[in-house]
C-alpha cells in the first residue's frame, strides 16, 4: 500500500519559536492528504521537519530530516511539500532529487504548483521537471539577493558602530532608539562580573565553589543565556 509522506522547513530559530510557519506548512500538507489522497488508499506516514536549517547552505540530503525523509520513499508513495522553495534553494540540488525520485517511482507534489505529475507520463514529467527548474532557479536567485542585501545593511551597521544582531554581551545592555541599536554598560551584572573575578583571581576559588557561593548568597544576576541559573558552574566561566 502507497503512503503519504510530508517535509516541511523553516531557516530561522525565530520561525521555530513562532511555529507559524511550520503550522502553515503542515496544515496545508494534511489538507491535500486528507482531500486527495485518503480517497486512493494511500495511508499516512510522517511529517519529516528540517527546523532553523537555511536550504541554501545545506542540500537536501546533508539535512537530517531531509535524508531521513528521503529513505523513508518506495516505489508508489507520494511526497507531498507545501512549498517548493521549503525543499531547494539550490537549482542543482533540486534538479538532481527530483530526477532521483521519479526514477523510483515517487508521487511527488508541490502544494504550490498547478500541475500534479503522473510518474507515468514521461513527456509530463519532462514538462514538470523544467517548470519546476525554473521555479527552482527563481528561488536561488532569491535567496542570493536576499543574502546580498542583508550583508549591504550589516556593512552600513558596521561602519556606523552599530550592533549587527543578537543579544547584548555579558555586562552591557542594548538601548534601542528609532533605527539605532548600541550596548551600553549594565551595572548590575557588571558588578556581579567584578565579584567573580575578585574570588577567582584573587580569593583563588574553583569556579564550581564560586557557583556554590552565589547560589548559597542568593546572588541572583542573569547569565549570558538570560536566566539565573549558577548551578551551572560553565555560567560562572562565562562571566569570568
Known amino acids: 500500500m502507497s503512503k503519504c509522506v510530508g517535509y516541511a522547513?523553516?531557516?530561522?530559530?525565530?520561525?521555530?519559536?513562532?511555529g507559524l510557519g511550520l503550522d502553515s506548512q503542515e496544515k496545508q500538507i494534511r489538507?491535500?492528504?486528507?482531500?486527495?489522497?485518503?480517497?486512493?488508499n494511500v495511508v499516512w506516514h510522517h511529517l519529516f521537519v528540517d527546523p532553523a536549517v537555511a536550504a541554501s547552505k545545506k542540500r537536501f540530503l546533508g539535512r537530517p530530516q531531509g535524508y531521513a525523509c528521503h529513505e523513508s520513499l518506495e516505489k508508489g508513495d507520494?511526497?507531498?511539500?507545501?512549498?517548493?522553495?521549503?525543499?531547494?534553494?539550490?537549482?542543482?540540488?533540486?534538479?538532481?532529487?527530483?530526477?532521483?525520485?521519479?526514477?523510483?517511482?515517487?508521487?511527488?507534489?508541490?502544494?504550490?504548483?498547478p500541475v500534479q505529475l503522473d510518474v507515468d507520463d514521461k513527456m509530463q514529467a519532462t514538462?514538470?521537471?523544467?517548470?519546476?527548474?525554473l521555479m527552482?532557479?527563481?528561488?536561488?536567485?532569491?535567496?542570493?539577493?536576499?543574502?546580498?542585501?542583508?550583508?549591504?545593511?550589516?556593512?552600513?551597521?558596521r561602519a556606523q558602530g552599530r550592533r549587527i544582531a543578537g543579544p547584548a554581551?555579558?555586562?552591557?545592555?542594548?538601548?534601542?532608539?528609532?533605527?539605532?541599536?548600541k550596548e551600553v554598560l549594565d551595572e548590575e551584572p557588571m558588578k556581579l562580573?567584578?565579584?567573580?573575578?575578585?574570588?577567582?583571581?584573587?580569593?583563588?576559588?574553583?569556579?564550581?565553589?564560586?557557583?556554590?557561593?552565589?547560589?548559597?548568597?542568593?546572588l541572583h544576576y542573569k547569565t549570558r543565556n538570560g536566566t539565573y541559573d549558577w548551578y551551572n558552574y560553565a555560567n560562572v566561566r562565562c562571566a569570568y
Request: one cysteine or more; a positive charge.
Open 136 to 157: 527552482g532557479f527563481l528561488g536561488q536567485i532569491e535567496s542570493q539577493r536576499m543574502g546580498q542585501r542583508i550583508k549591504d545593511v550589516n556593512e552600513i551597521k
Open 169 to 181: 554581551k555579558l555586562g552591557f545592555k542594548l538601548v534601542c532608539a528609532p533605527g539605532k541599536r
Open 193 to 218: 562580573m567584578r565579584y567573580i573575578y575578585r574570588l577567582k583571581a584573587i580569593d583563588g576559588m574553583r569556579f564550581k565553589e564560586i557557583s556554590m557561593h552565589l547560589i548559597k548568597n542568593r
Open 31 to 40: 489538507e491535500f492528504y486528507e482531500h486527495s489522497l485518503v480517497s486512493r
Open 78 to 113: 507520494w511526497l507531498v511539500i507545501a512549498k517548493c522553495d521549503r525543499a531547494f534553494r539550490d537549482n542543482a540540488d533540486q534538479a538532481k532529487m527530483i530526477d532521483i525520485w521519479l526514477k523510483e517511482g515517487i508521487n511527488i507534489r508541490f502544494l504550490d504548483f
Open 9 to 18: 522547513r523553516v531557516s530561522t530559530p525565530r520561525q521555530v519559536k513562532s
Open 127 to 133: 514538462f514538470y521537471q523544467m517548470i519546476l527548474m
